[in-house]
């Protein structure tokens, strides 16, 4: 261990706004890329929910479509 | 498609992780295990650079700035190699996915070649007395962190994903030619950016101080893989937003 104590570690004598200022940017710049990443997956997540419930929609009012034209169909079969 | 031929086999293997579907769980299950790798790695060499290193017999110890600075400048010329190189990948035989790895790359080289300009910085007020000078090194730095921004705006402006690719891979390309420029740059300018202290010709550096800085190079090397591969993935899912694998993967 080089250092004497907590105060001396600190210092880094005399460069510790720079040596620690440094530390701090790249802290700074990991977070914000973790940020940023987090975010973009969460909204394309969403966006992906969103498509899917509204294919499943379209999907279901196509079958329902179809469900009633054949209701309508057999009605008519039966009125002949 | 039938694979009953050996010579198929082989492409088959060969091309088999370049379908996004294929890809995107793989790419999830090594994420973890790099960015543990990565804490670990820093840890051991944070511990030695700033606990065990002895301070510099000229630059005290502003030097241990370097941990920071030297495996960050690294990596953004690295990064900008490799989304030179699938961008050569993705014009030559077309593949979805080594578009996708440029464009994935590109952030955190960004982040990279932003983290060595303001630790370059910070080195530089009490070292040289001045934040910046307009020196080779580090213009053709703050060229290559522009370069970063331009693609990523490039590829994010245009709409259609082909010709997105297309004009990305180009100008990654193109960009490449910066690099040897920024690692030269201290020998063919008389540059205030003192020279390599390590190079294929070994190193001028104490081996407790070069464990350190090769410890957190590594460990930037890990991070910047983890980071890649889980942007990918993001990309990977807007891009097959509307296909049934994506659909069914139970995200929601």
Not at chain 1, 67 to 79: L, R, T
Not at chain 2, 63 to 79: D, E, G, T
Not at chain 2, 181 to 206: D, E, P
Request: charged share 10%; glycine share 6%.
């Amino acid at each position: 261990m080089y250092w004497n104590s907590w105060s001396e570690f600190i210092a880094m004598g005399g460069y510790g706004v720079y040596v620690w200022g440094s530390f701090i940017a790249c802290s700074v710049a990991i977070c914000m890329e973790g940020v940023l990443l987090a975010h973009a997956r969460r909204q394309t997540m969403r966006q992906i929910a969103r498509a899917s419930m509204l294919a499943n929609l379209a999907r279901s009012q196509v079958a329902g479509l179809q469900v009633a034209d054949q209701h309508k169909a057999s009605q008519q079969e039966g009125a002949q | 498609m039938t694979m009953d031929t050996p010579k198929n086999k082989v492409n088959w293997h060969l091309f088999h992780y370049a379908a996004p579907s294929t890809f995107y769980p793989l790419a999830g299950k090594a994420i973890p295990w790099l960015m543990t790798l990565a804490v670990v790695l820093a840890a051991i060499g944070l511990w030695i650079g700033m606990a065990v290193a002895p301070s510099d017999a000229q630059q005290g110890d502003g030097y241990r700035i370097i941990y920071l600075h030297v495996p960050s400048s690294w990596m953004a010329m690295f990064i900008y190699i490799v989304m030179a190189f699938w961008s050569v990948i993705h014009l030559v035989w077309k593949t979805r996915l080594s578009a996708l790895m440029a464009q994935a790359l590109a952030p955190t080289g960004a982040w990279m070649a932003l983290m060595s300009l303001v630790t370059g910085a910070l080195w530089g007020k009490p070292m040289w007395g001045t934040w910046w000078v307009w020196d080779a090194r580090l213009t053709s730095m703050l060229l290559l962190f522009f370069l970063y921004l331009g693609f990523i705006a490039l590829t994010r402006s245009i709409d259609d994903p082909d010709r997105s690719d297309q004009a990305g891979s180009l100008l990654a390309i193109v960009g490449v030619f910066n690099v040897p420029v920024i690692y030269f740059s201290v020998y063919w300018w008389n540059t205030l950016h003192q020279g390599a202290s390590v190079s294929s010709k070994g190193s001028s550096m104490a081996g407790v101080m070069l464990a350190a800085m090769l410890l957190m190079s590594l460990a930037a090397w890990m991070y910047s893989i983890a980071m890649t591969l889980r942007r990918v993935r993001v990309l990977i899912l807007q891009r097959e937003a509307s296909t049934r694998w994506v659909q069914e993967l139970n995200i929601l």
